[in-house]
């Protein structure tokens, strides 16, 4: 039985970062964690999601996937983030929910788990890479312990080679098996680093 508790904590406008969370919330329990898959709360005005069929599908296809808490963070001894770029960094909603966490960081409850993290974009160059470091950024002052993939396994190349974490190009209906093959791979790394902390 793994000793891993893993909050797989998401945002997504159109759903491509919703179905990566998905992959890595099955793979984690698949490796024999206890998994959370939570969404961020939606911070963007009403009326700009009414105005923009594919989102407003998307957050009433996703309205019973509960809401990422502090709870779940307290709980988990291991953190999945997923989001897509904005301008080359993480996306507001995920960024909003990340300061609320200052009374249980200023606790250290944040401290000495296992984090890596996902992302997307709608171009190759879209800020992947800088959205990745930025979350990791945060995660260092948490003193969580990163986890990357890295070019620990041959699946992180065929998907596109990123070292951070995997990441897609939304353009290019990017959910396909080698992209799940490397999330599911990045999410069993973490389980692994997370059943070793928590010895």
């Known amino acids: 039985m793994s000793n891993a508790r893993v909050a797989v904590i998401y945002y997504s406008t159109y ?3 919703h179905q990566m969370a998905e992959v890595a919330a099955d793979a984690a329990k698949a490796a024999g964690a206890e998994v959370r898959l939570r969404k961020v709360r939606e911070t963007a005005p009403p009326a700009v999601i009414e105005g923009q ?3 407003k599908a998307h957050v009433e296809a ?4 509960q809401e990422a808490s502090t709870d779940d963070m307290e709980w988990a001894n291991a953190y999945f983030f997923s989001c897509p770029t904005r301008f080359g960094v993480v996306a507001s909603q995920l960024r909003v929910f990340i300061d609320t966490l200052g009374p249980i960081w200023a606790q250290g409850k ?3 788990k296992a984090v890596t993290a996902m992302t997307s974009a709608l171009n190759a160059h879209g800020g992947q890479e800088t959205t990745l470091i930025s979350l990791y950024t945060t995660m260092m002052h948490w003193g969580a312990i990163i986890v990357p993939p890295g070019y620990s396994d041959p699946s992180l190349y065929a998907a596109g080679g990123n070292p ?3 990441s897609l ?4 209906d990017p959910i396909g098996e080698e992209s799940k093959t490397a999330i599911r791979y990045q999410a069993k790394r973490l389980v ?3 059943e070793k902390l928590a010895r």
């Open 15 to 17: 759903g491509h970062n």
């Open 192 to 194: 692994e680093f997370a």
């Open 164 to 166: 951070y974490g995997v």
């Open 62 to 65: 996703t309205a019973h996937v």
């Open 53 to 55: 069929a594919p989102w």
């Open 169 to 172: 190009t939304a353009g290019n």
């Open 110 to 112: 944040l401290a000495n």
